[in-house]
């Protein structure tokens, strides 16, 4: 599963990219990145400082059907804020991949969207 990292004002985000079988659309996550393993950070050559936490906005992005909306669903036992920068990101990410979608449904057919 592809993420992205982001850091705004000291803090990390991360957006998570990954198939959402029961609702047979992609999924597209946000959450505050969390700290990869002390072994990891000690190792320079490690490809992660951090990884995703536990998603709060997920897009749900259907690939079978283009008349199916996308839609997000927000989670948090907390209040929780997101910076207007880190908000539009995600939402970039979640446009690029509905057009992604689009495309690969003119193209053929959901498979042509991995």
Same mark, same amino acid.
């Given at each position: 599963?592809?993420?992205?990292?982001?850091?705004?004002?000291?803090?990390?985000?991360?957006?998570?990219?990954?198939?959402?079988?029961?609702?047979?659309?992609?999924?597209?996550?946000?959450?505050?990145?969390v700290p990869a393993s002390a072994k990891g950070a000690e190792n320079p050559d490690?490809?992660?400082?951090?990884?995703?936490?536990?998603?709060?906005?997920?897009?749900?992005?259907?690939?079978?059907?283009?008349?199916? /909306?996308?839609?997000?669903?927000?989670?948090?036992?907390?209040?929780?804020?997101?910076?207007?920068?880190?908000?539009?990101?995600?939402?970039?990410?979640?446009?690029? /991949?509905?057009?992604?979608?689009?495309?690969?449904?003119? /193209?053929?057919?959901?498979?042509?969207?991995?």
């Amino acid at each position: 599963m592809p993420w992205e990292l982001r850091e705004h004002a000291g803090r990390h985000y991360a957006i998570l990219f990954h198939y959402a079988l029961p609702d047979d659309a992609w999924a597209v996550e946000l959450s505050e990145a969390v700290p990869a393993s002390a072994k990891g950070a000690e190792n320079p050559d490690a490809a992660a400082t951090h990884l995703p936490g536990h998603a709060f906005l997920i897009a749900l992005v259907p690939d079978e059907d283009p008349n199916l /909306q996308p839609t997000i669903r927000v989670w948090s036992p907390d209040e929780r804020v997101v910076p207007y920068e880190i908000m539009r990101w995600f939402m970039e990410q979640v446009a690029d /991949q509905v057009e992604r979608c689009r495309i690969a449904f003119e /193209q053929g057919g959901a498979e042509a969207v991995e």
